[in-house]
């Protein structure tokens, strides 16, 4: 790297001591992007851990100047419907930008999978392999990044909102199904559930064991406000509540995120998700949230945009997926 600052070095990883100004710096650029997501130290532990696709020591860059972290980058992959995707992930401190920072850490990342899929250790050598990143639309300096690298454009995704004191429509369990408290002897049936629901959606990750454990021991995962619902012995659907107490700290927003919305196949068309939304939102309110929140994809297939507009969410930002070929 050659247009770094002058006192600036590059090195890897270290998960002992830099998870902490990792979040630090993640808030810092996110705060100037106007962006809500504000990791913990734990939470960057948990998401960061070693699994196929992702090394964290291997796979991650971070820049320092006077022993200050002013920039890092990490790439990983997935297989997703027929493809593997390179997503790549930068963050420059707004004091250093236009100093070719985020250049640098594109091109790193770029080579990284390059060399990744020549050794056959990036995903199924016999699938397309696409480098991938996604981008804030109302940020023009990232979409001009991205299309100045020759990525193109090819997904769009809302995050919708909707304030808690309005009134929530009122939505029946169909006959036959009951919502039961979660316990850990469930959180296997609950998660097979979930992700046969959601390979139905746009290029549906294949998930690894360790997505499972970061599940159920991620540290913001409270299954308390989870809303699961059982035909019998069969999870017919879900949704996973989330309350990111940090990111409220910060914001001074009390919001609960609506994070996985999901039905299974057989129990579509029902009013099965309505029924589950309505009762996330109604828990949300009562655990003193103001603001409910979640992403979609604005193609999703199931008709979830939809069905979330009539619940009375909105989109408040929309991110752009930008793809090129490896």
Do not use: C
Not at 225 to 243: C, F, K, R, T, Y
Not at 271 to 282: M, P, V
Request: proline content about 6%; cysteine-free; glycine content about 8%.
């Amino acid at each position: 790297m050659t247009r770094t600052p002058a006192s600036s070095h590059v090195r890897s990883l270290d998960p002992d001591r830099d998870f902490e100004p990792l979040a630090d710096l993640i808030a810092t650029v996110n705060d100037e992007d106007r962006l809500d997501w504000f990791p913990t130290a734990a939470a960057l532990h948990s998401e960061w851990g070693a699994r196929a696709g992702f090394d964290p020591l291997a796979d991650v860059r971070l820049v320092e100047a006077d022993d200050r972290l002013i920039a890092a980058g990490r790439v990983d992959w997935r297989e997703r419907s027929g493809k593997v995707t390179h997503r790549i992930e930068i963050w420059v401190h707004p004091g250093v930008r236009r100093q070719g920072l985020g250049t640098d850490l594109l091109a790193w990342a770029e080579a990284r999978a390059r060399e990744l899929v020549a050794d056959g250790a990036g995903g199924p050598a016999d699938l397309p392999h696409l480098l991938s990143g996604v981008a804030y639309q109302d940020s023009p300096s990232a979409v001009a990044f991205a299309e100045a690298a020759g990525y193109a454009p090819v997904r769009y995704t809302f995050e919708m909102t909707r304030p808690l004191d309005q009134p929530i429509p009122e939505a029946p369990l169909p006959d036959g199904i009951e919502i039961r408290p979660v316990d850990e002897a469930q959180y296997r049936a609950i998660w097979d559930a979930d992700t046969e629901a959601f390979r139905d959606h746009w290029e549906a990750t294949v998930r690894q064991e360790e997505d499972f454990v970061e599940f159920v021991e991620h540290p913001d995962t409270d299954t308390t406000l989870w809303q699961v619902a059982w035909d019998g012995d069969e999870v017919a659907g879900s949704v996973i509540n989330v309350i990111p107490a940090s990111e409220n700290a910060r914001t001074g927003v009390d919001s609960g995120w609506l994070e996985h919305v999901s039905v299974r196949r057989p129990w579509r068309g029902r009013g099965l998700a309505g029924a589950l939304i309505e009762r996330s939102l109604t828990l949300l309110r009562d655990r003193g949230m103001t603001v409910a929140a979640l992403g979609v994809d604005a193609e999703n297939p199931t008709g979830a945009l939809g069905l979330y507009e009539r619940f009375g969410f909105r989109p408040v930002r929309t991110f752009v997926t930008y793809r090129k070929r490896v």
